[in-house]
């Protein structure tokens, strides 16, 4: 200021970065906690649930490890209920139940319907689309050994594998994402302190 220049921009923004965390820190963090609040309540009504179920599912990376989880959980349950003797039609009530995703249990009503007509289970959750080919191609040899309740036990190993191999990778990935980014962070601070 003495000496009649003006700072440059990156470390004006900088300054004004720095002076709104110190002076503003709590008008910062209530902005935090409120909009963290209206999510978590608009989460819990039917419309926001199904937009945050349907968000989750089209993330690009995580969406496909999350699709897999709900499939590997609705396979084990049913299975499962199938081994211990129970109708399937009750077991693809509670097993629609537990998916834990309402677009998926939604998907899931047509496949029971499907199962009342004598469809059976493969061609009904084909239709759905929510099921990748190689679940479908699963659960079809199931029906035609006679080994449904084994296959979907199987299906549900097969994916549990799937996830543990695509987390790892996920966690490979964003380890040098992360550095990246923190790397620039501190790059953007000493330049603009430089560059003053």
């Known amino acids: 200021k003495d000496m009649g220049g003006t700072?440059?921009?990156?470390?004006?923004?900088?300054?004004?970065?720095?002076s709104n965390i110190v002076n503003y820190w709590w008008i910062i963090l209530a902005l935090m906690l409120m909009i963290v609040f209206l999510i978590s309540s608009y989460i819990r009504t039917d419309t926001g649930r199904t937009l945050w179920d349907s968000l989750k599912l089209k993330?690009?990376?995580?969406?496909?490890?999350?699709?897999?989880?709900?499939?590997?959980?609705?396979?084990r349950t049913l299975g499962s209920l199938l081994q211990s003797g129970l109708p399937i039609l009750e077991a693809l009530r509670i097993?629609?139940?537990?998916?834990?995703?309402v677009i998926i249990a939604k998907a899931i009503n047509p496949v029971i319907e499907g199962v009342k007509r004598g469809?059976?289970?493969?061609?009904?959750?084909?239709?759905?689309?929510?099921?990748?080919?190689?679940?479908?191609?699963?659960?079809?040899?199931?029906?035609?050994?006679?080994?449904?309740?084994?296959?979907?036990?199987?299906?549900?190993?097969?994916?549990?594998?799937?996830?543990?191999?695509?987390?790892?990778?996920?966690?490979?990935?964003?380890?040098?994402?992360?550095?990246?980014?923190?790397?620039?962070?501190?790059a953007f601070i000493v330049f603009a302190m430089l560059l003053a």
């Open 7 to 18: 700072l440059p921009l990156p470390t004006q923004i900088l300054m004004s970065i720095s």
């Open 59 to 75: 993330i690009p990376v995580s969406g496909g490890i999350y699709i897999k989880t709900i499939i590997s959980r609705f396979s």
């Open 95 to 101: 097993a629609r139940d537990t998916v834990g995703n």
């Open 119 to 186: 469809r059976g289970l493969a061609k009904p959750l084909k239709e759905t689309a929510k099921f990748p080919p190689l679940a479908i191609h699963i659960i079809t040899v199931g029906e035609e050994t006679g080994k449904l309740d084994e296959m979907l036990i199987k299906l549900a190993e097969t994916f549990d594998n799937d996830i543990r191999h695509s987390m790892k990778r996920l966690i490979t990935l964003i380890e040098p994402a992360l550095i990246l980014v923190m790397g620039a962070v501190v």
